[in-house]
């Protein structure tokens, strides 16, 4: 017995503890990494390698070699290798916003610009891992697919769901108690009523050959089919997810590159009316921000005038181009604030006067008056008309408004104070605020601004408006400038603005502001290209509006952009002689200097031609000095030359009509030659104005070049204000970026010598300058690095593939170009924070990566340029490598090399000193000698250049460049790991794509020397990690992660074996730098993120090797043949040695199951209760198996059963693992006992435990208590009194370790399951039954009521979130720690101590405090909690399925080793216990199958040793007897039939069961509240019917016994009915009880039981006399049957000895000898009917009388006990006994009478 209960005493970990002992007297340091775990008490047989040292690895492709599966094809197939199309390089072609792609219109292009086009056409070049959605980072049972996977699960159907509300419930039982006669009218006796019912109710329907004889294993083999068919394939999708951020091995796809745009917003021009219509009026509208004083948008130009305005106009207007006719616009605002204004101006024909007189008319006369001023009016049209057709092609300044655009778009504000009077005709409108910031775009400097809440503002959300503006403002003359318009917007927001005071022009101008459509139609570029869906060229258009974003935007240029934007400013004539007074400027783009050489490119604006050859500014009437205020835009011609110059022509315009006055006089010249030094000049300009025609050659100097003989306004003074902006994604616009990209080219061309700026720069120099500008980049500006970033690293990337010839020699700029990556990386990820993904990769570079970036020159099938302008595809040869590789560098290897040779060094030396060797080399060998492998051949090029150019391989160039870097460079790059990295993976997938060695086998992929170079960088990285890790946290936990995504990566591409070796070497690593420790979690959690990330890989599981059986290593260990095992008495054979090492983490499991054994070694390690820092890991480490095992779950590759078992077999070790672990488990079981408590509980909390009687044997047995009173049972687990030595896993992790271990049972191999269950010892297999034991209170079902209740309270609470706070706190561990540690031990034990046992490391991060999970889990709706309660039923139901297949596999294990049958009563135990849970129906059929079969197999198991288990079984059997559900009651039936058949063929009567269920359903009915008699007697009517079938037994007394039995349950459930109705009245029902207790006298043990219940009944109500009667009865039966039993003198006669202290106790005697003998089986062995329990009874009875105050009893009762222990000799209980007489006596004496005493005997009987 002893030896059979786990939890009773603490499993020996001896061995375990002598290793750490020995381990730690060899180190200093924290022992506890130090140990080697034997796990399941096996010691490993190998010549073991500690858990903590990583083991090396199996050569993956050689083994796949040497082991080629058996079969050909089929799913395990697959399992075997990596698919053949597991990576492609794919060619996407870029998706185009416009019908016709952005090219230039010319076909010859300069170097420069054709770079740009190709770069912003060429396809996406992607690499991609076809699987890599399969791989743990996407695990659908973690995201929002689970809803689908838990789509047409089966509903399954629980009692407890099913169960009546309290008040139906309670209206039947009124309705009963109406029925019901009183007790008189039916006397104990009248079988007949109750035959007559039970014979007329109906019973359940049978269970098909039941009692056919079958075989046992035909009925294993029947059950097994049943429980196997229609099972949940997926155990994960019914189980959630753990809680946890990201996953961190997710990496998301980058975005597409794709023009930048900011918030949208519509804006549509619907009419525009003035009091007066005489003329034609153009608009234009712009956004200006006033806080930087900056116009954030070109003019849109729009025109609302009449056809018969517009006809005043014809002679000077060409045909208008329907590009111009738009009169919506779509602007783009990528920092909306509080500042930024719409502003409106107007503009109208040229006219004699000034503004002011213009505008007059518009003022004073008003649309009503029309036919009063009649006159008036026709004057004005007339004059209007004459100016028209004379002045057409200018135009005066006239009026202008602003809207505040804010007040729009949340206008919760009124729009008063805006002196525009705007009207909103969309009413009040609450506008919806919301901050949102496009982060791909913001830099940080910007950052300070969108921030701060009234400013943040959303175009994207709020309701669409229409404004009707009626007030615009005469346009000053003077006050053109944009300088005033910023004072007038500021103005406008002052409550007092001086605005106000100015006299309006009234008109309506009715406007519509919405945000934009996602994709609206009918749209043109501001390039005036049609955006896609363009369905009708005929349709007014919508213009697409240039932004000029108000601060900095950084992203990369997609599309070709050529535009540049004049703005003429001011002029000075007032030095001028002669006259110029209305002056125009007219401005021309030339390519030359002929006046007809002006080039179309100006577009046009409102109503007129799409581009013209000239443009004229508004004039301001008789202003010798105007401001202008217009906007030119010009499309720059692709190519620039020297002679493209955009030249300004000054006119006088005359406005009246004189004799021979020209209309236009010149009044002067100036011009911009467009490049200088090669670069666009942009820019303010002031320039001086020439006179006179400029002379040849002009074109080509700056008008600030004195030319000789010209004269020039002003002695040749700046007079004209201008300034050029350009849109261009041509030009950079920096010194630095123009220099860098002029120099790259030259050498493309070989054009020298090579002019920038004033230098000409010959090839002799060009090295150095070349060098020089490339660290130059680190000086120019972000923005422009942002916007040419795709170019600029395509260059850096040629550069170093293919190294220039310069002046004959090949010159190595790799280590520049590596240096000026790294800083370009470097600067975007501190200065781009916003846009950074968890892994801190910034998301230009990552897109960068994947969709640009691609080996050079090798685009698919396309003849690409190449050195010399040679096309063709290009083909490498292999060139002898140079020899000159500095020795240092050839690492000595670790990999394939045997350890048996002496000679040969299987490790390097150290790492270190590895690494000091490569570092040292560098100074020396600057890369310069080292060629890479690869040339293109061609006799062609040898002959034009006289050498071959070397084509270097860029990954490899690049690793070399990273070994050898030192310094700054390094730290640079490390900061930034990821980027090169990636960088390297897609150059090796490029390589051998275009080398056609994709199928390649891996070994002959990359050359020795790049395998080293890569070897020497992950050390190098890896021993970074573990000697910062502590100073730069942030920057090593990223380092990590870019290290594990690195040999993910290349495990797809490279040898694997050798990744492999590259993993352990990271791993020896850390584990030498643990040694020296003292707090080892920071560094553990940085290798279990490493790990992770490099198990995430999608075919993780065929890395794996699950198709190797694991064969002990021929080399390593030499003694393996002969090893064999002490401790679990193992057999030699090798068979065996495999079982175990399949289950153990063995040398040969970790070796060849590489990856998992590197995870479950984690998992042991972190979970060992004396890894002291850890258990800060417990979560991640519990959280990584569970998330493999749900990806494997649901991978559909591993759908097909025997491909699972394989995926199962890589995991077996954890079922030891967890065995291990049962100690700290969280106790599930506690909730349960708690049930044991009276009916005070609510009924559902504790019906499903047959309340507080569970049958006392069992209580009495778990509390191994003496003494005959009520004991809660203790927790399942550990006796509990000692408190838990180890710290307690939290709920949630252990419920994941659980299903985890369900899940291995689930899919492993049945028969490899049984070898290894008989290799396990009994002590073993009893915690394997512990912990199914736990399983099934784990994912007990908890009812659709708790889910409503829990609905109901917020969902977490707070003691758990303050748990979690602590472990925050207890972060990385220190004196705190301990602290907290301690406190915990005294919360322990206390009932709410379970939350603190949840020892889980939580990173707080700001996004993820614990009010989110408050606001996601309120209120769910009915359905929701409807599908909760659905998946939380399947889940328990599959669970306990696999409990029971598990339990099934252990009893055979058991049929064949018959040593084991010990475990059986463990096994039975388990079956009870779910039994006991709420379980479904379709788990209840399973189990009760199952029990028969038990039973069947092992009858003497019930009948002979586990008799509380007999007691327990029919107690659960009658308790489902009594379901509502009718299935469970047939079950439950057919197996209380059987089980007594089964006695009844042992001995021929079946007197136990018959026993154990009168008893059983005393209990069951005196206690259970929910109990439904209606459906027990239907249960009652089954087994009749049984028994009248049953053919066999029909010749034997068995028939009769059955009914018998049948009837006598059935009057005590009437009774028991009866007692439950009179539960109000205590007088009443003491007397049913008496009642029952009488009708029992042919069966002591029930009588017993019933004396007790009143006994009971009368002490809690302190009827203490009464009480002390009933014990006294109670121990006369017993002295009774004791006497009959065993002949001891000193032991009472039977009940007459009792007679003095009770009349009454005759009733006692046995009856007649022939009716009850007490030797019969199964009567007389409750654990009352011995001694101890005679002895137990009187003593309670002595207790009773004295707190009754009956002391002459107390003498009479101890006059019985005293010489019982006198025989024993037992003096201490006799002083005792004797101290007590002494009070009772002295009692007496002290009453003062005897009449209380007289009286109180009297009552009492």
Known sequence: MAERRAFAQKISRTVAAEVRKQISGQYSGSPQLLKNLSLVGNVSHHASVPLTEAVDPVDLEDYLITHPLAVESGPLRDLLEFPPDDIEVVYNPRDCRTLVSAVPEESEMDPHVRDCVRSYTEDWAIVNRKYHKLGTGFNPNTLDKQKER?????????????????????????????????????????????????????????????????????????????????RHKELFALHPAPDEEEPIERLSIPEIPKEHFGQRLLVKCLSLKFEIEIEPIFASLALYDVKEKKKISENFYFDLNSEQMKGMLRPHVPPAAITTLARSAIFSITYPSQDVFLVIKLEKVLQQGDIGECAEP???????????????LEKLRSQADQFCQRLGKYRMPFAWTAIHLMNIVSS?????????????????????????????????????????????????????????????????????????LYKFLADMRRPSSVLRRLRPITAQLKIDISPAPEN??????????????????????????????ARDVYVPNTTYRNLLFVYPQSLNFANRQGSARNITVKVQFMYGEDPSNAMPVIFGKSSCSEFSKEAYTAVVYHNRSPDFHEEIKVKLPATLTDHHHLLFTFYHVSCQQKQNTPLETPVGYTWIPMLQNGRLKTGQFCLPVSLEKPPQAYSVLSPEVPLPGMKWVDNHKGVFNVELVAASSVHTQDPYLDKFFALVNALDEHMFPVRIGDMRIMENNLENELKSSISALNSSQLEPVVRFLHLLLDKLILLVVRPPVIAGQIVNLGQASF????????????????????????????????????????????????????????????????????????????????????????????????????????????????????????SFLQTLTGRLPTKKLFHEELALQWVVCSGSVREAALQQAWFFFELMVKSMVHHLYFTDKLDAPRKSRFPERFMDDIAALVSTIASDVVSRFQKDAEMVERLNMSLAFFLNDLLSVMDRGFVFSLVKACYKQVSSKLYSLPNPSLLVSLRLDFLRVICSHEHYVTLNLPCSLLTPPASPSPSVSSATSQSSGFSTNVQDQKTANMFELSLPFRQQHYLAGLVLTELAIILDPDADGLFGLHKKVINMVHNLLSSHDSDPRYSDPQVKARVAMLYLPLIGIIMETVPQ???????????????????????????????????????????????????????????????????????????????????????????????????????????????????????????????????????????????????????????????????????????????????????????????????????????????????????????????????????????????????LKVLLHSMACHQSALYLQHCFATQRALVSKFPELLFEEETEQCADLCLRLLRHCSSSVSSIRSHASASLYLLMRQNFEIGNNFARVKMQVTMSLSSLVGTSQSFNEEFLRRSLKTILTYAEEDLELRETTFPDQVQDLVFNLH????????????????????????????????????????????????SERSNHAEAAQCLVHSAALVAEYLSMLEDRKYLPVGCVTFQNISSNVLEESAVSDDVVSPDEEGICSGKYFTEAGLVGLLEQAAASFSMAGMYEAVNEVYKVLIPIHEANRDAKKLSVIHGKLQEAFSKIVHQSTGWEFVLCEYFSF
């Open 362 to 376: 518009y003022m004073i006369f008003k649309e009503a008056d029309a036919t009063k001023n009649k006159e008036k």
């Open 1225 to 1467: 488990l969280y106790d599930f079981t506690e909730t349960h006992n708690q049930r044991g408590r009276p009916s005070c509980v609510a009924v559902e909390d504790y019906e499903s435990e047959g309340g507080n009687m569970i049958s006392q044997t069992v209580a009495m047995a778990i509390a191994g208590a003496p003494v005959p009173q009520l004991v809660r049972p203790s927790s399942f687990l550990l006796t509990s009194s000692t408190g838990r030595q180890h710290s307690v896993f939290s709920a949630e992790s252990s419920r994941s370790l659980l299903i985890c271990l369900l899940w291995v049972l689930k899919h492993a191999d049945e028969t490899v399951l049984q070898k290894w269950f008989t290799d396990l010892s009994v002590l073993q297999l009893n915690r394997l039954l512990d912990l199914l034991y736990l399983c099934v209170s784990c994912f007990e079902y908890k009812g659709k009521k708790v889910f409503e209740r829990m609905n109901s309270l917020t969902f977490k609470k707070s003691k758990d979130m303050r748990a979690k706070l602590e472990e925050a706190i207890l972060g990385s561990i220190g004196a705190r720690q301990e602290m907290v540690r301690r406190s915990r031990g005294q919360l322990e034990r206390s009932p709410s101590g379970s939350a603190f046992g949840s020892q889980e490391n939580l990173r707080w991060r700001k996004d993820m405090t614990h009010w989110r999970q408050n606001t996601e889990k309120l209120d769910k709706s009915r359905a929701e909690i409807e599908h909760e309660a659905l998946i939380d039923g399947n889940l328990a139901t599959e669970a306990n399925l696999i409990i029971l297949d598990t339990l099934e596999i252990i009893v055979q294990t058991v049929s064949l080793a018959e040593s084991k049958e010990s475990i059986l009563g463990g096994v």
């Open 520 to 549: 609206p139609h009918y749209c043109l570029t501001p390039e005036l290209l049609q955006v896609k869906l363009y369905p009708d060229s005929r349709v007014r258009p919508t213009r697409e509006i240039l932004e000029f974003p």
């Open 819 to 938: 240096e000026a990556m790294a800083s370009i990386v470097n600067r975007l990820h501190k200065n781009l924070e916003g846009n950074q993904d968890q892994h801190g990769r910034n998301s230009l570079l990552t897109s960068y990566i994947y969709y640009v970036f691609r080996l050079p020159n090798t685009y698919p099938n396309s003849p690409s340029p190449g050195p010399g302008g040679l096309g063709g595809s290009v083909h490498y040869a292999t060139m002898a490598r140079s020899a000159v590789r500095p020795a240092s560098l050839h690492l000595n290897r670790s990999r394939s090399l045997s350890n048996s040779n002496p000679d040969i060094s299987g490790t390097p030396t150290s790492p270190d000193d590895e690494v000091r060797s490569i570092i040292g080399s560098k100074a020396m060998d600057r890369s310069c000698n080292r060629m890479s492998s690869h040339t293109e051949t061609s």
């Open 1611 to 1658: 009057m005590i459930l009437s009774d028991t009915v009866k007692m439950k109705e009179h539960q109000e009245d205590p007088e009443m029902l003491i007397d049913l009880m008496y009642r029952i207790a009488k009708g029992y006298q042919t069966s002591p043990d029930l009588r017993l039981t019933w004396l007790q219940n009143m006994a009971g009944k009368h």
């Open 412 to 484: 919760a504000g009124s729009l008063e104070r805006d002196s525009t009077d705007v009207e909103i005709s969309a009413g009040e409108r609450k506008g919806s605020w919301s901050e949102r910031r496009n982060s791909s775009v913001v830099g940080r400097r910007s950052l300070e601004r969108t921030t701060s809440g009234d400013e943040a503002c959303s175009l994207t959300t709020f309701r669409p408006a229409t404004l009707t503006v009626t007030n615009f403002f005469k346009q000053e003359g003077d006050r053109l400038s944009d300088e005033d």
């Open 150 to 230: 838990q789509k047409g699960l089966p509903k399954q159907i629980f009692e407890s769901d099913e169960a009546p509300d309290g008040n139906s419930y309670q209206d039947e039982q009124d309705d009963l108690k109406r029925r019901s006669m009183s007790i008189d009218d039916t006397p104990r006796g009248s079988w007949a009523c109750s035959i007559f019912d039970l014979k007329n109710s109906l019973p359940d329907a049978l269970l098909p050959s039941l009692l056919d004889r079958t075989p046992n294993e035909d009925i294993d083999h029947q059950n097994d089919d049943q429980r196997k068919s229609n």
